[in-house]
């Protein structure tokens, strides 16, 4: 079986990477602080294993911030235009990567699976049919298919090993 693979880039052309795989979980975020730190009405981030992205070109910076958890969270930026392309999240660390989907050539590769914060978008957003939307957050076992949610288990069974 052939694996998906997805490239994507800043807005300058400076940093390009590939994915492989598809992503475990995708999020449409509407939180007040991804409001903030992206200046728009909310980010689509998919989450995918961080050993599955590859950088190939260009430099990227290290911006810790805050996240909705109240804990913090790194977005990794380029270096040359400042274009967000992965944040790190407290709860996995380094071992999962948040991917703008908007930094993929083809974004629409990806949907989202939950649209999330629902309670702090915009008034004048429409969330989109058949997607699943929460308030705020909400239980992965309620949404993943098993294969996802299977993933980010051991995800989380390695961070809590200690490792990332």
């Given at each position: 079986?052939?694996?998906?693979?997805?490239?994507?880039?800043?807005?300058?052309?400076?940093?390009?990477?590939?994915?492989?795989?598809?992503?475990?979980?995708?999020?449409?975020?509407?939180?007040?602080?991804?409001?903030?730190?992206?200046?728009?009405?909310?980010?689509?981030?998919?989450?995918?294993?961080?050993?599955?992205?590859?950088?190939?070109?260009?430099?990227?910076t290290?911006?810790?911030?805050?996240?909705?958890?109240?804990?913090?969270?790194?977005?990794?930026?380029?270096?040359?235009?400042?274009?967000?392309?992965?944040?790190?999240?407290?709860?996995?660390?380094?071992?999962?990567?948040?991917?703008?989907?908007?930094?993929?050539?083809?974004?629409?590769?990806?949907t989202?699976?939950?649209?999330?914060?629902?309670?702090?978008?915009?008034?004048?957003?429409?969330?989109?049919e058949?997607?699943?939307?929460?308030?705020?957050?909400?239980?992965?076992?309620?949404?993943?298919?098993?294969?996802?949610?299977?993933?980010?288990?051991?995800?989380?069974?390695?961070?809590?090993?200690?490792?990332?």
């Open positions: 079986m052939n694996e998906a693979v997805r490239e994507g880039g800043c807005a300058c052309g400076h940093v390009r990477y590939r994915v492989a795989g598809e992503p475990m979980m995708v999020h449409n975020c509407h939180c007040r602080l991804c409001q903030q730190q992206t200046g728009s009405t909310s980010v689509v981030n998919a989450f995918f294993e961080s050993e599955r992205i590859e950088l190939l070109t260009g430099e990227l290290r911006h810790v911030v805050q996240g909705g958890s109240g804990k913090s969270h790194t977005i990794f930026r380029c270096t040359q235009c400042g274009t967000a392309i992965w944040s790190q999240y407290s709860r996995l660390g380094s071992l999962s990567s948040g991917l703008r989907a908007g930094t993929l050539d083809d974004p629409g590769s990806v989202p699976d939950v649209v999330i914060f629902t309670a702090s978008k915009m008034p004048w957003v429409t969330l989109p058949g997607i699943p939307a929460f308030p705020a957050y909400y239980d992965f076992a309620e949404v993943l298919p098993p294969d996802r949610l299977a993933r980010l288990q051991a995800l989380v069974a390695r961070r809590q090993a200690g490792e990332g």
